[in-house]
């Protein structure tokens, strides 16, 4: 299935350049962990693929506890923050656009999960953060979302929104440039994953790139049925 969304996605353009992933998978959402638990996770460990370094998110020995706060805007100029969502449950990924295979595999797993939610999904609001907003504008982010989920959400802002963003997450990100290619053709290596944040903004949990489908619908649907 992962394979196959990468290939199409490549077909329609969007992916131009590589996105190694930074992030393992922190556990099975079938363990059934409580909300305090995931946020204990410890932050995700990255690594630089080689190339020249543009910017840089964490740094490392830089750790905090992850809050999922973020102000950001969505493709239609306005303003955005986790508090903007009383009683629904935000589903959130990090990436952009011209990913080749990482960014399109979570957005298509996330409207699977909200598919086997079925009527449940009204509560559970996905959101997609750019890591690239230089090259994502907000029609590009509008054209993107849409393709996965009508009610995907994509949000972008300043770099240093966006980096407050993902400090907050627990996210790294890095723009790497080989001096050979062109000006806007570079990967982002970015940390891969689904958060969750409650109806109150707050932040839940990580789940690992990876985890199945079936098992992060079925933690989700524990905590709307408690």
Not at 79 to 87: I, L, S, W
Not at 152 to 162: A, K, M, V
Request: hydrophobic fraction near 35%; charged fraction near 20%.
């Amino acid at each position: 299935m992962r394979s196959s969304i990468a290939a199409l996605w490549s077909i329609l353009l969007f992916a131009q350049s590589a996105a190694p992933v930074l992030a393992e998978p922190t556990g099975a959402a079938g363990d059934r962990q409580s909300p305090e638990q995931g946020r204990q996770q410890d932050p995700q460990q990255d690594r630089l693929q080689g190339g020249q370094q543009i910017d840089q998110v964490r740094p490392a020995g830089e750790e905090q506890a992850a809050n999922g706060r973020y102000l950001l805007t969505d493709a239609h100029g306005r303003t955005v923050t986790n508090a903007d969502f009383p009683g629904q449950y935000q589903l959130i990924s990090f990436g952009y656009t011209y990913c080749p295979d990482v960014c399109p595999t979570t957005l298509a797993e996330t409207a699977a999960i909200l598919q086997r939610l079925g009527d449940a999904a009204e509560h559970v609001q996905p959101i997609f953060i750019t890591v690239d907003p230089e090259r994502d504008t907000p029609d590009k982010l509008l054209t993107y979302t849409q393709y996965f989920h009508p009610r995907l959400i994509g949000l972008t802002g300043s770099p240093e929104l966006i980096k407050g963003a993902a400090r907050n997450f627990g996210v790294r990100f890095r723009k790497v440039v080989d001096p050979n290619a062109p000006a806007d053709r570079y990967p982002v290596d970015h940390s891969a994953g689904l958060f969750l944040l409650g109806p109150d903004g707050g932040y839940i949990r990580q789940f690992g790139f990876g985890t199945p489908v079936d098992a992060v619908a079925e933690w989700i649907d524990a905590l709307l049925s408690s």
